[in-house]
């Protein structure tokens, strides 16, 4: 069995978990030789993490905001970056490799936010005048590097062969999603689809995916790979390929976009500030910050497998050798977010995002148990971002926070009414594929006469520990 890294997330395989009063302040709440103790509490949690009695783990927790099981997290390495990577970063922010000549990776993926969108647009504009709207917004390009690729159960990405996605679909049937328990051991070996980049994981690596946005229309809109081959080999560092390809390079405008795309690639992969670690959350979890009340108390009702349960998504425990929790299983899920009347594609009442089964993926279209379906994407830095979803319809937390909250219980706070009066449940997904909407995990797991699974202070609180996740922070 393996370790638990820490104990704020009930353990699911013991029964302890289910007496959550264990975990309540009132052990020492109230008593005044409670402070007294404090000092030298967190002087032996720190010192003999391992020998702490569970109860009194808990009351240094509570009293102290550390974190009364520090664990040594296994980081990426750091390195100054390869010249291939040094390349792949100005390629990363060169603008004269757009169609507009205004727009570089970076536009979209601003480094201020997480490589986020860097503003608060619902989705971003491109083409060759800046006025094209696509329907996604960009995704944090941060914390990617242990991305497998796509597949859907366990052995699929280890096949020689490529796998057939749809021969493992029919498999599947049955299995779309696994049940999400906050505190469990993650489904990876569920027959459920996993892994791969975007929002509907159709890419599975950063240079497969890279020259996509050089080339969608609604981007950077060049016309086809040999433009893009042409700018490269007029621009600023054009030498540098030179000198790490060979001077015939450019007779190869295939070779040479394949190695601008891999360069791409080794910069997201090696620049050490797509996966920082410097998050409070990360401090405390090796035993360095304190969270504040507030802050723990969210921590505890996001990882609670009855009310909140966002761990049961967003993992946030370490894995058991020691690798920081992505705040993500990278599964997916159809949440039934509402429709955006604000995207122009949506004008078209016939159009929907389906993610997974199209219809900007083409492969598993007949898959109609996974239409709906979206990557599950990190938390970590989402308070920088402005805009959520994979539709852009939501631009706070606690917008967020409503829904996850609401959807079932109230949903006339969700969503719209139609001209009957009739509230429209997940209007952005098709009435025939609705059964694919999520409603066994909590907090979805209400009825519309249940009280909602979280109050406002617990929002709140959720709210104030997912700020723990943004990078950045200087413990003392
Ligand atoms: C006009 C805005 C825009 C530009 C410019 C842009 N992207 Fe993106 N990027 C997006 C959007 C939108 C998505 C999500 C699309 C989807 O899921 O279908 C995305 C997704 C990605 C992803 C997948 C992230 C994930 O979490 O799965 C990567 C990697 C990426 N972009 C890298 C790049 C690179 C490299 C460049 C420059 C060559 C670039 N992008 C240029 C908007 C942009
Ligand atoms: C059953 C799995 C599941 C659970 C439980 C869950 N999430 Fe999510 N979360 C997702 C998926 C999938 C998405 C993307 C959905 C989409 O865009 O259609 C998402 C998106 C988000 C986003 C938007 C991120 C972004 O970059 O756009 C936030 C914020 C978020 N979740 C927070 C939470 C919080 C807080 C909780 C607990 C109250 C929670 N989630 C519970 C699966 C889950």
């Known amino acids: 069995m393996s370790t638990q890294p820490y104990r704020t997330s009930p353990p699911a395989d013991s029964t302890a ?165 906050a505190g469990t051991t993650p489904a990876t070996v569920a027959m459920v689809p996993v892994g791969g980049l975007f929002w509907d994981g159709r890419a599975d690596s950063y240079q497969r995916q890279a020259l996509g946005p050089l080339l969608n229309p609604t981007e950077m809109a060049n016309p086809d790979a040999a433009t893009v081959a042409n700018k490269l080999a007029h621009a600023s560092y054009a030498d540098a390929f030179r000198k790490l390809f060979g001077p015939r390079i450019f007779d190869n405008p295939t070779m040479l976009t394949a190695e601008a795309m891999f360069a791409v690639g080794r910069y997201e992969f090696e620049e050490p500030d797509f996966h920082a670690f410097t998050s409070k959350y990360d401090y405390w979890l090796q035993g360095k910050a304190r969270l504040t009340h507030a802050e723990l108390r969210g921590l505890r009702l996001f990882n609670d497998s009855k009310k909140a349960n966002c761990a049961g998504c967003h993992l946030s425990q370490p894995t058991s050798d020691g690798l920081p929790p992505l705040f993500t299983d990278t599964q997916y899920e159809a949440l039934g977010v509402p429709r955006n009347p604000r995207l122009e594609a949506n004008r078209d009442p016939k159009f929907f995002d389906l993610g997974l089964c199209g219809p900007i993926r083409q492969d598993l279209a007949q898959q109609k148990q996974y239409c709906g379906m979206f990557l599950t994407p990190t938390l970590r830095n989402s308070a920088t971002r402005h805009v959520y979803f994979h539709n852009g319809v939501y631009h706070d937390l606690k917008q967020v926070m409503d829904f996850y909250n609401l959807r079932n219980t109230d949903p006339d706070k969700i969503y719209p009414r139609d001209a009957a009066g009739k509230v429209q449940v997940y209007n952005d997904i098709p009435q025939a594929l609705q059964a694919n909407v999520d409603y066994a995990d909590a907090p979805f797991d209400r009825k519309p006469t249940d009280r909602p699974a979280m109050s406002d202070q617990d929002i709140q609180d959720i709210i104030a520990f997912i700020g723990t996740l943004t990078d950045g922070y200087k413990p003392h």
Do not use: W
Not at 26 to 46: E, M
Not at 79 to 107: M, N, R, W
Not at 129 to 149: E, G, I, N, V
């Open 17 to 181: 978990s289910k007496a959550p009063s264990r975990r309540r302040p009132r052990l020492l709440a109230g008593c005044a030789a409670a402070l007294f103790a404090v000092a030298g509490l967190t002087g032996y949690a720190l010192a003999y993490p391992e020998r702490m009695p569970a109860a009194l783990g808990d009351a240094v927790e509570n009293l102290t905001g550390a974190n009364p099981h520090p664990v040594q997290l296994v980081l990426p390495p750091q390195a100054p970056l390869s010249a291939v990577a040094k390349l792949g970063k100005q390629i990363f922010y060169d603008e004269s490799l757009s169609a507009s000549g205004k727009q570089s990776c970076a536009s979209c993926h601003s480094a201020s936010r997480a490589y986020g969108p860097p503003n608060d647009l619902d989705v971003q504009l491109g083409g060759p005048q800046l006025d094209r709207q696509s329907y996604r917004p960009p995704p944090s390009l941060a914390y990617l590097y242990r991305q497998a690729p796509f597949s859907i159960g366990p052995d699929a990405a280890d096949a020689a062969a490529p796998p057939d996605f749809n021969a493992l679909a029919q498999a599947a049937m049955g299995t779309q999603r696994a049940d999400k328990v």
